[in-house]
């Protein structure tokens, strides 16, 4: 009789605690993700943060947090994580009753992109592990990846052409009403511009920036239409990278730059157009869309942009890898109305380029051996899966 009492004693308390889990087991518990930094370059290293939190006088034995996010993003320890399309990560907690459980998973910005962690899966037992307990949590982790800037000794290869065109069309005198930004003294500048309380706050003499009195625009035509099935994607994150150092090289010159591509944006699905502008304000906002261009999504064609240039001040940088006869053609129509127009066209190393006699192109190489090398970045970084109880 008293054993057949204590079955059903235990009996009762299995049932019991499996009805005061399954009800309470996800009260007051949290998992917030965080990244160390909200923007970063390709290459940097950053750390993603993991936060669980049970406020409540109810030990969980063990909970399982999974969330996915892109591949790009190159995680530096591999242990409970599977890569494919994306990466996945899962990690198992043991958390007490009023408990904050923190682990840091190092990773390196292998890519430019726009990456957030939308959601989160959460799931745990009851202590006796009876059952399996399942809630889905939202996330707000969002990164923006800006495109690594290229050496400017590179670059100024690459547009020195351009650079020409620009300085023959160049005033001497600034426009004071145009200011844009401060920079380091350089023997050239004139005193009147020199900025006394930047040069206190610094301890070198800086000087303020302004526009010219002439119209001076550089405007970024970045063409990313694929042009065959076999064109390896790197091309286009070249093409990116070009288009944001050549805004960075010639917005330091005091040029208004603009550009237009049209590339998808991640999110919004629109094109890239912003208006000429001059300053770092300018510069980091261009970083910021080139970031958020997809190469998943179709882009515009830059023909219909070519036929539509309008024959005023702007020098116009063209950088596009497709050169299909519709973009030669829309090309060299631009050239005959007079613009200033010149084409900077990446391609694989060692390619044969197919193009008319009377077009004039400035080729840029893709190495692919250089993007597998960089690809497969090895760092120093902290030790990953830290736990830290409060």
């Known amino acids: 009789m008293n ?10 308390l299995v049932l019991l605690q499996r009805v005061i889990y399954k009800k309470y087991w996800n009260r007051a518990l949290s998992l917030k993700l965080t990244f160390s930094a909200n923007q970063a370059h390709e290459g940097d290293s950053l750390v993603l943060t993991e936060e669980l939190t049970n406020a409540k006088p109810l030990p969980l034995p063990w909970v399982t947090a999974k969330f996915s996010i892109s591949r790009n993003l190159i995680f530096t320890h591999k242990q409970n994580s599977a890569v494919t399309d994306d990466y996945y990560q899962q990690d198992l907690f043991c958390v007490n009753m009023y408990q904050r459980v923190t682990r840091r998973l190092s990773f390196v910005c292998g890519r430019r992109g726009f990456y957030q962690i939308k959601s989160m899966d959460l799931s745990a037992s009851d202590i006796l592990s009876t059952q399996k307990l399942v809630s889905r949590l939202q996330s ?3 990164l923006t990846v800006l495109p690594r800037l290229i050496p400017i000794e590179e670059i100024e290869i690459a547009v020195r052409q351009i650079f020409g065109d620009v300085e023959v069309r160049r005033f001497t005198n600034p426009d004071p009403f145009q200011f844009c930004g401060i920079r380091e003294y350089l023997p050239r500048d004139d ?10 706050r610094t301890g070198g003499l800086m000087v303020n920036r302004y526009g010219e009195t002439a119209s001076q ?3 970024i035509l970045l063409n990313l239409q694929t042009y065959s099935d076999w064109t390896h994607n790197e091309i286009y994150e070249e093409s990116i990278r070009i288009a944001a150092s050549v805004a960075g090289m010639f917005g330091d010159l005091g ?14 699905d629109s094109t890239l157009n912003i208006l000429p502008g001059c300053g770092e304000r300018h510069f980091h906002g261009i970083l910021e869309q080139l970031a958020r261009i997809t190469l998943a999504k179709k882009p515009s064609p830059i023909a219909p942009v070519l036929d539509n240039l309008r024959a005023t001040e702007p020098v116009y940088l063209m950088i596009s890898p497709c050169h299909d006869d519709y973009t030669v053609e829309s090309f060299r129509n631009v050239l005959e109305r007079g613009l200033s127009v010149h084409w900077i066209l ?17 080729r840029w190489d893709v190495d692919l051996l250089d993007y597998k090398q960089s690809s497969t970045i090895s760092v120093d970084l902290p030790p990953s899966d830290l736990e830290v109880p409060s």
């Open 217 to 219: 625009e550089l405007i």
């Open 346 to 362: 990446p391609a694989l190393k060692d390619t044969l380029l197919r193009l008319p006699d009377d077009i004039e192109v400035t």
């Open 255 to 268: 040029l208004a730059v603009g550009i237009h591509s049209g590339g998808k944006d991640t999110v919004t």
């Open 140 to 142: 707000n982790a969002e």
């Open 191 to 200: 005193f009147r511009y020199i900025n006394f309380k930047a040069s206190a």
């Open 3 to 12: 054993i057949i009492a204590v079955l059903l004693f235990a009996a009762l």
